[in-house]
């Protein structure tokens, strides 16, 4: 957790410096964001603090080596409903979700140990346990040690859900992809590229500390993305009545939506470069900012409508490049 707690340390010291005006509007862009990394943060640290108290009560042992890997399969099948509500916390592994008719949720898991010989590995598989609780409209699903243990096991993934059921996901360590699902989805995520796609999402809400997050093909009428380090695109239609929020506060946010959208632009970055494909009319000055093959790249904020209107793209980098393009 010490990368975690230093990124966002250097963030803070090695920001450029920007006029009192300026600096008031950014601070407010990413408040949220960074209040979002140190939530995240706090609750990793924690299970930290617990994990060393576990290995504390437990036989004293060396650090183990990475060795062969070693592999141990899990499987069950839950009855959910076609509009129910999936919960998973995973602190290491990647997690594929998959919506799809019928009314049940399929969970294959894999865990898996590295060490210097079997039985050390296999008696790390064993100590760790993935448990999926049952209750009215809802599945959740986590994967702890046994009590008084500690291990390095991770566990991967493969879900397949009800294309309607809700998801609220938590993830410390590794990718996510969701694909296909209509309903809404939370996922916060410490470490690791999040994909999104397909499917209708009634709600996306996406907090990041490190990663890239994609979100392709995903028609959903309100998403929002917040990321301390790691680049976000959208690629896809835009709902009229749309709102799509993207910040990031270092890296790229780029939009490539079709030639003949129509939205209001709300974009700014700090110490990075504003482009568009499409003319835009900006805000209370009556000119046109134009498309980047025939006009310059801008610096700082711009307020703008593309045609009529309708969809707002609000997007945001402290230190990186927004880009709003034709597909």
Not at 33 to 52: E, H, M, Q
Request: hydrophobic share 35%; aromatic share 4%.
């Amino acid at each position: 957790m010490k990368t975690i707690t230093g990124i966002l340390v250097a963030y803070a010291l090695a920001a450029p410096a920007a006029p009192a005006a300026a600096q008031g509007h950014y601070e407010y862009q990413i408040e949220r964001i960074i209040s979002s990394a140190l939530t995240l943060a706090a609750d990793a640290l924690d299970d930290a603090v617990a994990d060393r108290a576990a290995r504390q009560r437990g036989p004293a042992r060396g650090r183990e080596t990475r060795g062969p890997e070693y592999t141990e399969k899990f499987d069950k099948t839950v009855r959910l409903g076609r509009n129910g509500r999936l919960e998973l916390t995973n602190l290491s592994g990647n997690v594929e979700i998959t919506g799809g008719s019928g009314d049940d949720v399929k969970v294959s898991a894999t865990k898996v140990a590295h060490a210097a010989d079997e039985q050390t590995a296999r008696t790390a598989l064993t100590a760790t346990t993935i448990e999926v609780i049952e209750r009215s409209g809802v599945v959740t699903i986590s994967a702890q040690p046994t009590r008084g243990r500690s291990t390095s096991v991770e566990v991967n993934y493969v879900i397949s859900v009800p294309t309607g059921t809700s998801l609220a996901l938590r993830t410390y360590s590794g990718d996510v992809t969701v694909t296909n699902v209509s309903s809404d989805i939370r996922l916060n995520s410490l470490s690791g590229d999040i994909v999104v796609k397909d499917g209708k999402p009634s709600m996306i809400e996406i907090d990041s500390v490190s990663g890239d997050v994609s979100l392709e093909q995903a028609e959903s009428e309100r998403i929002q993305v917040n990321s301390v380090s790691g680049d976000i695109v959208f690629k896809g239609k835009l709902a009229k009545t749309g709102r799509y929020e993207f910040k990031t506060h270092s890296g790229d946010v780029q939009v490539i939506t079709d030639g003949g959208a129509s939205f209001v632009l709300e974009a700014g970055t700090l110490s990075g470069d504003v482009s568009s494909d499409f003319a835009l009319k900006l805000t209370g000055s009556g000119t046109s900012f134009l498309p980047r093959d025939r006009g310059p790249r801008r610096n700082g904020d711009i307020h703008g409508v593309v045609s009529d209107g309708g969809a707002v793209l609000s997007l945001h980098s402290f230190s990186g490049d927004i880009l709003v393009s034709k597909r």
